[in-house]
């Protein structure tokens, strides 16, 4: 799911499998969760062994993957990449730091966000846009859509700059595609509950706090497919010195 939202350059690797076996961590890894509860255990350990997988197919051997400040995944020297986990669904995405300044992967289950938790994620801007094309209707939850890409929005910030991005700090617009291949209005009926299609499309985030190590406009994709939100946001080596946003 999540390699269909990034080129091919990017080495992906996802499972639903719920749990691996611990043994395939490094003991450093294992010391970072020791004391964690099985879900964490197992969140940590799944998307880890995604990583690997995801080395490997860069022709990288294995490495333990540790944490630095705000969970930001440390990578072997030379590479970028991110983790996400959620119910039923984790993925690693790597690329060669010579192709990929940064990069930011995220999923959420489909479903709405808990109560209280969208005021704090949806800015005014951003929800004029939703009702004024109907999308608070429909099968799209565009309140966990925009969740989920501002996630990606904020792992891809984050390593460039090493401070945090709060929600309200990007306002994003969301396009969807088409099945045949048009792209259509943010919350237009995309047939993802009832038919169980998958549906995607593009985003566009437009930061409302500047840093010189990132463009002032970012752009990534999301798809919607099997009961998972997916997003994914990169940015290439060569585009901040270009200055101007491109997708993946």
Not at 1 to 19: D, G, H, K, Q
Not at 196 to 220: I, K, N, Q, W
Not at 222 to 244: F, M, N, P, S
């Amino acid at each position: 799911m999540i390699e269909r939202l990034l080129p091919a350059y990017v080495s992906c690797a996802a499972t639903r499998e719920v749990s691996v076996a611990y043994g395939n961590l490094f003991p450093e890894e294992e010391e970072l969760i020791a004391t964690a509860v099985p879900k964490r255990r197992n969140d940590f350990a799944t998307a880890r062994a995604c990583a690997r997988r995801a080395m490997g197919r860069l022709g990288l051997e294995p490495v333990a993957v540790l944490h630095g400040k705000r969970g930001m995944p440390l990578w072997p020297e030379g590479v970028v990449g991110s983790l996400t986990h959620c119910e039923g669904y984790r993925a690693a995405a790597l690329a060669r730091a010579g192709d990929v300044l940064s990069l930011g992967i995220d999923a959420e289950p489909h479903a709405p966000l808990p109560d209280g938790v969208a005021e704090l994620v949806v800015l005014p801007s951003e929800r004029e846009r939703f009702a004024a094309a109907g999308g608070e209707a429909g099968d799209i939850h565009w309140d966990r859509l925009l969740f989920s890409a501002k996630e990606s929005v904020f792992k891809t910030w984050y390593p460039l700059t090493l401070t945090e991005l709060d929600f309200e700090e990007a306002d994003l617009t969301f396009h969807r595609e088409a099945p045949e291949g048009r792209e259509g209005r943010e919350g237009e009926r995309a047939g993802v509950g009832s038919s169980g299609r998958a549906v995607e499309g593009t985003f566009s985030a437009r930061l409302l706090r500047t840093d010189p190590a990132v463009p002032p406009v970012l752009e990534g994709r999301w798809r919607i497919e099997d009961g998972i939100v997916a997003t994914a946001l990169l940015l290439r080596a060569d585009q901040r010195e270009a200055g101007a946003p491109q997708s993946p």
